[in-house]
Each structure stands twice: as C-alpha cells, then as structure tokens.
C-alpha cells in the first residue's frame, strides 16, 4: 500500500490534475475517512496541495480533491487545519462550478467544515444561492449535502435571515416532504435553525406547509431523528399562530407518544415542546383533552432532570391556562408528588419564570443546561 507522504508526493507531481495527481487524491480522501490518517495527512502538508487541486485541476482533479477534503473536514484535527487554509472559501468558490458533480463535493465539504462556525459574512462570499440551487436540482445526495450545509450556516442570524431572502425555504420543505429518510432529517434541521434565528422565517414555514410534515416525521425516523424534529416543533411554536397549527395539525399526540416512547433526551425535548404548547390558552386545553397531564407527571421522578423541569412547567402553565388545576392536582397527589400538588394548589399562576422570564423553553432549557455545566 502507497504511504501517505508518497501520494501527497504524487499531488505535487506535474500539473494539477494529472492523472497521478487524480489518483493519489482520490486515495488520500479513502484513507481520510479514517481519523487517524486524516489527522496524519493534515499534519504532512497534505492540504495545500489538494485545495491547489481543487482550485486548479481538472473536473476529475477537483472533485476527487473535494471529496479528500471534504473527509479531512469531518475531522476535528484536520478540519481546523483546513479551515485556516481558507478551506471554507475553496468550498464556496466550487459552488458555482459548471459540473454538477463537483458542486455536490463542495457541498458535502462545506457540510462538514462549517460546523460550530459563526460567520456572517459567509454569504457575501456567495454560499447561500448555489446551495439553494442544489436544493432544487441537485441529486438526492446532493441536496441532502446542500441541506446539512444549510443547516449549520442557519445557526448564525445573518446567514439564517440571508437563506430566508433566497427562497431556501420552500425547497427545504418539498425535501421533508420528498427527500430521501437523511434528506428529510437535514430539511428538518435546516427549517429548525431558521425559526430558532429568524422569527419571520418561523411563520414563512409555518404558511408554506412545513407542520403537517414535520409532525409526520416525528413518529418515522430513529430516536435521533425525533429528537431533531421535536426541536423543530420547539422552535416553530414560537407565536400563537404556530402553536395552534402544531396543535391542530396533530402534533400534542405525537409529542405525547415522546413521553412516554421516547430516549431520555426524546422525552426531556416532548415535554420542553408541550411546555410551549401550555403557554397558550386554546393550546393548553388541547394538551389536556389528548391526555398530556399523566405522562408528564410520570416524568416528575425524584431525579432533578431537565426532562423533571419541563415537565413542571408544563404542568405549571396547563393548571393556569388550560382550567387543570383540580386535574392537576389530584393526579399529582395520587402519583406521590403532594410538594409539587400544594405549590399549584396555593399559587397556579406562578410558574416561576424568574430571570429567564421571556425566553423560550428551548432557550431556558439551554440557559439552565448551562447553569449545571457551570
């Protein structure tokens, strides 16, 4: 077997795209998607050469280099190699390259490398159309690829308010209806951090059709996939407006069936997304008549959880809001929580916002999740 500092040897060999050059690159991103060669061929130059590859070479030469990088980006070590190389400023460049195939690659590096990464001039360099683009005429991997990226970039204001101006949202939602089982996890993600960033771009889901989908979604995927969609409910139900329709579309008796169905992290994000049902009058009925009051105290263990404190909340605004109090109680006392009983029992309009009060439930869960790490 070729060492790794041969075929980056190879990559440096001739002009750009040669065919020695093609191979080696192509090798280099099979041995990338193992960490340890990844942070090996990072650590031996091996970046520089791929992106001169990449920028440079050929169409074979560019997307078999897109592909190596696109690897080494999924690897922290190298990744942070790349990303000083200006990694995500090659990536952007290919997006409007002519072969459809090569701007798939740059996609699925730019996928990978904008992780965590909180830049608002992203879109001036020009990232946000082609990757919209892909998202209507890419193929299924593609506009999987295009949908991650998205994702990540959503997770900065700027960026999520950019993609909203470029129409990225109804495509987003023709791929959560349409997509592949991954390409609708990514399109649910992506119209998540939209809403989370863009409270305009929340209702724009919201009258596009994303609901109905989403709430679908919630009982197909894996536990992973439902926790992602249970945010996207979250984030959604930031107005009445939205509420309601996550409610009537069918959603408190999916996000019922978290509860009592659901990973630990499944259910704490259910009871966090009825929590945020509960702050509305017409809402919180809704929850009381699906039957929300007895898997909610079930989650009131003697265990301080996030999942615990949702609950409570929940709990808290459905005794003020949706006339449970009598409901509440009683069942609160026949499952041996009396303390929590006789706190909704003298004070049912309290529901202990304290300095968090104005936040959503997703950003109160974080702030306190935050609280504990500190």
């Known amino acids: 077997m070729v060492g790794i500092a041969e075929l980056i040897a190879k990559l440096t060999d001739g002009k750009p795209g040669a065919s020695v050059g093609v191979d080696a690159a192509a090798e280099l991103g099979d041995l990338a998607r193992n960490s340890q060669n990844s942070a090996q061929i990072a650590k031996m130059g091996g970046i520089r050469p791929l992106l001169t590859l990449l920028t440079k070479g050929t169409p074979d030469g560019k997307q078999a280099a897109a592909i190596a990088l696109s690897n080494l980006a999924a690897n922290p070590d190298s990744a942070a190699e790349l990303a000083k190389a200006?990694?995500?400023?090659a990536f952007i460049s290919l997006l409007r390259d002519p072969t459809l195939s090569i701007r798939e690659a740059a996609a699925g590096g730019l996928r990978n490398l904008v992780v965590g990464v909180d830049d608002p001039t992203i879109p001036k360099a020009g990232s946000i159309k082609p990757l919209v683009a892909l998202l209507?005429?890419?193929?299924?991997?593609?506009?999987?690829?295009?949908?991650?990226?998205?994702?990540?970039?959503?997770?900065?204001?700027?960026?999520?308010?950019?993609i909203h101006a470029c129409e990225g949202i109804p495509p987003l939602i023709r791929l959560l209806i349409d997509g592949t089982a991954g390409a609708r996890v990514e399109a649910a993600v992506a119209l998540s951090n939209l809403a989370l960033k863009d409270p305009k771009a929340a209702t724009t889901i919201h009258k596009a059709g994303a609901i109905e989908p989403l709430i679908s979604l919630l009982g197909d995927g894996t536990p992973d996939d439902n926790e992602?969609?249970?945010?996207?409910?979250?984030n959604l139900g930031n107005n009445d407006e939205n509420r309601l329709a996550v409610a009537k579309a069918g959603g408190i008796p999916a996000l019922i069936t978290l509860l009592t169905e659901g990973t630990p992290g499944g259910k704490e994000l259910g009871a966090a997304a009825l929590w945020n049902l509960a702050v509305m009058a017409d809402t919180a009925r809704m929850v009381v008549e699906a039957g929300g009051i007895a898997p909610l105290v079930s989650l009131l263990g003697d265990e301080e959880t996030r999942a615990r404190s949702n609950a409570e909340q929940a709990l808290r605004y459905l005794a003020q809001y949706a006339d449970a109090k009598t409901v509440n109680i009683t069942e609160l006392r026949v499952a041996g929580h009396a303390a929590f009983a006789l706190e909704l029992e003298k004070s049912p309009t309290e529901t202990k916002d304290g300095p968090d009060e104005g936040?959503?439930?997703?950003?109160?869960?974080?702030s306190k999740a935050k609280e504990v790490a500190s």
């Open 86 to 89: 200006d990694g995500i400023g």
């Open 136 to 162: 209507n005429e890419g193929t299924e991997r593609g506009k999987e690829q295009a949908a991650a990226a998205l994702a990540h970039l959503a997770l900065n204001k700027v960026i999520a308010e950019a």
């Open 228 to 234: 992602q969609v249970a945010v996207a409910l979250l």
């Open 359 to 366: 936040l959503s439930p997703l950003e109160r869960m974080m």
